[in-house]
């Protein structure tokens, strides 16, 4: 069984909170200490997180310490992941590797280069790669929109039961979801790409030309954002961007 805790942090997520998962001796994403958590201590084994972000990390040490439990990291971001969580990692992940008896890493980058999601009989621990209802933030220069919409895409054929999200409720219709954030993130994209071709050159003016509702509030996220589309336009050669101007190819 997948146990959830809701914990308040502080983040941009509209949530306010941080979702925290308990599963087979292992808790993943603490980003805070919590009373529920702390009675579960002598139950846990491991640490996992899906990613870094300060919002995902917070209690990491206090628990492994205090626990005496196994800090897991994903292979090759050690470094990182110390920076982030404040203690060295004791072992190392890679995609598909079985971390206990009913757990097993899946890769999923995108929201963030080392994002993984870990595989229960329950349905998927999915972090920061979807949510019930709005969007996920995937900005540059961290996030990576082509691997957002291939990892959304591997989460859809695999076809888990459920989806236990970084943020907001437990989603009980994957590919749906799935479905409805790739549908999101192309509209946007065709945005963006039409903004290029009607003149928009500057990363503000595109922007600008992109949304059609007030983003004052979030401004610096919707423009991480249409940089990671910008990027991926890039790579695609649809569009051409020196760092200032954007145009056309």
């Given at each position: ?154 989460v859809y054929a695999s076809n888990p039961d459920r989806l236990y999200p970084g943020h907001g409720p437990v989603i009980e219709e994957p590919q749906a979801t799935c479905q409805r954030l790739i549908e999101h993130r192309l509209d946007r994209e065709k945005s963006v790409e039409a903004a290029i071709d009607d003149g928009a050159e500057t990363l503000d003016a595109v922007v600008e ?41």
């Amino acid at each position: 069984m997948v146990e959830r805790f809701s914990l308040a942090v502080e983040t941009r997520a509209p949530t306010g909170a941080t979702n925290a998962y308990v599963h087979d001796g292992v808790v993943i994403d603490p980003a805070a200490r919590s009373a529920d958590l702390d009675e579960l201590l002598d139950d846990l084994e491991h640490i996992l997180v899906t990613h870094h972000h300060p919002d995902h990390v917070g209690a990491v040490a206090d628990y492994a310490v205090e626990a005496d439990l196994t800090v897991w990291a994903k292979y090759g971001r050690s470094a990182a992941f110390e920076a982030a969580a404040g203690i060295a990692p004791d072992r190392t992940f890679k995609p598909g590797d079985q971390i206990t008896e009913s757990l097993v890493a899946m890769d999923t980058p995108g929201h963030a280069a080392e994002h993984t999601a870990f595989v229960s009989p329950d349905g998927l621990i999915s972090g920061d790669l979807a949510v019930a209802a709005g969007s996920v933030v995937v900005g540059a220069p961290e996030g990576d929109m082509r691997a957002y919409l291939s990892s959304l895409r591997r989460v859809y054929a695999s076809n888990p039961d459920r989806l236990y999200p970084g943020h907001g409720p437990v989603i009980e219709e994957p590919q749906a979801t799935c479905q409805r954030l790739i549908e999101h993130r192309l509209d946007r994209e065709k945005s963006v790409e039409a903004a290029i071709d009607d003149g928009a050159e500057t990363l503000d003016a595109v922007v600008e030309a992109a949304y059609d509702k007030d983003i004052s509030a979030v401004y610096d996220l919707a423009r991480a954002t249409v940089l990671a589309h910008i990027e991926k336009l890039v790579v695609e050669g649809r569009v051409a961007f020196d760092g200032e101007r954007a145009r056309p190819a």
